[in-house]
């Protein structure tokens, strides 16, 4: 993978996410903070949380999408904050079905759409947690994007069955606690390290795979735009925090999802055609103890357990940005 | 013009897939629905069918898709049997409790274990409480004409709710009959274009799948009890139009040699030709056969009405609620008739494949009788069963 050539300076962003207002810088993009729309086709009054990573990522990539988008969705926490009946927060047309299935509704959506004559009008964006992508939906997320169809897979990932009550998916990192990784006697908390779906995805040899975090709006929506624009699958792999789920405050999470980035622990790229691209390096590497000790989920980690994961981090650092 | 010819049953339902301008198909492999999706596949790549034809990785996502295709507003078609259909099972009960007109056609099998692909219909009756729409048919014609019939009964306003047509795996699938295909003109007169009151659509953007809690959850399932009252009378009158049309009719039961019989043999499927003959050949008025063939909603006062002379039942099925020790058709044929005084007894045949001889049958009739002439018999008989193999 190669650094891009040009290391960008950063833009205010408080006018992009409102609700992340601790976010005071970003990556700037061809896509400008002016650019943004206005309309919040996410609606504000649903239930998540406040501080919640995950309807930022809504949010903003409906910012991208507008109007013309038809929506699926997984079963999990962004389904039951945005869609209690009678109300809800979405104000493009919207479909739950079930967890594992977000992608094959998507295609049935994007194949109804050519049948029907609307393709070149109406775009499909599919979107699922990390347990509804990683984990249960996998193969139903793999089986479209092998199939080509036109659309964009958007998963947003706070490393753990949130919905639920905090339990271990595919995606949960290594040593987090979690309600079914619990660190004992016996127990370190989990003890695999995450699932590397993007790259899974990229093996699909779809036109578009991109990382993002919520903690760098302009970075993800641009990301977005692209996916949307592209012909065929795209993957857009959102790092959103969870504050219940990671232990943090309300007013911390864009401050934890920035420092998972600088600290090498969540990796912002993307893979065009093919040919990889790191769309921001961090310009100071923090250490990883940093992002831990922000947040209760790792606060039980000893110093050996934090080795591993800054020489995992180190690795994979290197493997990117070619440097210690 | 409507053209006769000879086909396989697989034929017979592609051809009324062709026929209803089903505008997309998502499906998976599985013997012995095969030939049903590939003889579509033909007919797509032939240019025949103008359809989008997805080819999935699973029934979970045959169905997944035909979901989400239907709520964009097209007409969608899927076929499965057996493991697929149990795969589907979660999906399917959101397919109906979104209220989407999905047809799909099961090609009846076994469940495993042990794994067997011949026909039973263990696996449709045990989506029996999924809220689909249920046709199980006798022959060819019946399949596709039903097809066709399933697409005007779901697409009604006062009902859509998603219809399974069951034919029997091999037995109708991979048999060859005579099969008169209807004309497109024909068909275009009796099934309307489908226009859906709501559709997943930028102009006017809905909600669909939202979260139901105590405070509304109970409301939407009387809905689909409602709406499953509605097709029985749809069904009914969907039947009546076709055959003023295409001049065949099946209703919702069929009757035979219902007339004088104190004996009544029940059953669903394909079974009913074996009965048929195995009556033709006794000559005796005083045994009939009653074929339900809409199964779900379930036609009780209909059922009643061609029972008021039976004396002695007996439900002779391939499917058993282990368990419970009998059928689920002879369970619901035992609440039907509660308090009616007529004798219901049950016989579990052909489970798995095995063959219902016209021996099995006679063997039924006679319990029956012994039954009728107050001797006390088994409630309950596996026919064919090898008692030494226990």
Redesign the interface.
């Known amino acids: 993978m190669k650094v891009a050539a040009d290391i960008p300076s950063y833009v205010k962003c408080r006018h992009v996410c409102g609700a992340s207002l601790a976010a005071n810088r970003c990556f700037k993009f061809r896509l400008n903070v002016k650019e943004v729309s206005e309309e919040e086709l996410f609606a504000p009054g649903h239930r998540g949380c406040a501080g919640c990573g995950c309807t930022i990522a809504m949010r903003l990539a409906l910012k991208v999408a507008g109007r013309n988008v038809i929506v699926t969705h997984a079963t999990g926490c962004m389904e039951v904050v945005s869609s209690p009946y009678p109300e809800t927060a979405w104000r493009v047309p919207w479909i739950h079905v079930a967890f594992e299935n977000s992608a094959a509704v998507a295609s049935g959506v994007e194949a109804a759409l050519k049948a029907l004559g609307k393709k070149d009008r109406v775009k499909v964006i599919a979107f699922g947690g990390d347990g509804g992508t990683v984990d249960i939906g996998f193969q139903a997320l793999s089986g479209a994007l092998e199939r080509g169809h036109d659309f964009v897979y958007i998963c947003y990932d706070n490393e753990a069955y949130m919905n639920t009550g905090i339990q271990r998916s595919g995606a949960t990192p290594y040593g987090a606690s979690t309600t079914t990784s619990p660190p004992g006697k016996e127990s370190f908390g989990n003890r695999t390290f995450k699932k590397d779906m993007p790259r899974i995805v990229a093996a699909h040899g779809i036109p578009y795979v991109a990382t993002a975090s919520v903690a760098f709006p302009l970075d993800y929506m641009e990301k977005v735009r692209k996916a949307l624009s592209v012909e065929g699958p795209a993957y857009v792999h959102v790092h959103a925090p969870c504050t219940p789920g990671w232990g943090i405050a309300s007013e911390k999470s864009i401050e934890v999802a920035r420092l998972a980035v600088d600290s090498g622990m969540w990796i912002l790229y993307e893979i065009e055609n093919g040919k990889s691209r790191v769309t921001y390096k961090p310009t100071v590497k923090r250490p990883v103890k940093e992002y831990l000790r922000m947040q209760k989920r790792f606060r039980h980690l000893s110093e050996e357990h934090i080795a591993v994961l800054q020489q995992y981090v180190d690795e994979r650092w290197k493997e990117v940005f070619g440097e210690g | 013009m409507p053209h006769k010819d000879v086909m396989h049953g697989s034929r017979a339902v592609a051809e009324a897939v062709k026929l209803c301008g089903v ?2 198909v ?1 499906a998976y492999p599985i013997t012995p629905q095969t030939h049903i999706v590939e003889d579509i596949a033909e007919m797509v790549a032939n240019g025949e069918l ?3 034809y ?5 029934e ?2 045959a169905m ?11 007409r ?1 078609f899927t076929a499965t049997a057996s493991q697929g259909l149990a795969l589907m099972h ?2 399917l009960w ?1 397919a109906s409790g ?1 209220r989407l007109p999905i047809v799909m056609v099961n090609a009846n099998r076994a469940l495993s274990a042990p794994i067997n692909i011949w026909n039973d219909q263990s696996d449709s009756i045990a989506e029996r409480d999924s809220g689909w729409i249920q046709i199980y048919v006798e022959t060819n014609q019946e399949a596709l004409d039903s097809v066709i019939q399933a697409y005007r009964i779901a697409e009604d306003r006062e009902v859509l709710l998603p219809v399974m047509v069951c034919m029997d795996g091999f037995v109708l699938t991979h048999t060859v009959e005579p099969v008169e295909v209807p004309d497109e003109e024909q068909v275009k007169r009796y099934l309307p274009e489908l226009h859906l009151p709501h559709v ?3 102009e ?10 105590p405070n ?1 959850y109970m409301e939407f399932r009387k809905q689909q009890e409602l709406a499953m009252e509605n097709a029985l009378r749809v069904a009914m009158q969907a039947d009546e139009e076709f055959k003023e049309i295409f001049g065949r009719g099946y209703g919702l039961i069929e009757e035979y040699n219902l007339e004088n019989a104190e004996i009544v043999l029940v059953t669903m499927g394909s079974l009913a030709g074996t009965i048929k003959e195995t009556l033709d050949a006794l000559g005796d008025d005083g045994v009939g056969l009653l074929r339900i063939r809409l199964f779900r909603p379930f036609p009780k006062e209909a059922v009643r009405r061609a029972l008021s002379r039976a004396k002695v039942v007996n439900v002779i099925e391939k499917d058993v609620s282990i368990g419970f020790g009998e059928g689920a058709l002879m369970t619901e044929l035992k609440s039907v008739l509660y308090g009616s005084g007529i004798k219901v007894l049950g016989t579990v045949a052909g489970l798995g494949g095995r063959d219902i001889t016209i021996a099995h049958i006679r063997e039924a009739i006679e319990r029956a009788k012994r039954a009728l002439h107050g001797e006390s018999v088994e409630e309950i008989a596996w026919a064919g069963l090898k008692e030494e193999a226990l």
């Not at chain 2, 997805?54 to 699973?58: A, C, F, K, R, T």
């Open positions: 505008e997309v998502a103008k359809a989008e997805i080819m999935v990785e699973s979970h996502s997944s898709a035909c979901i989400g295709a239907s709520a964009t507003g097209a969608v979660e999906v959101i979104m997943l659509d930028p006017q953007p809905v909600t669909m799948g939202s979260l139901g809690d509304y």
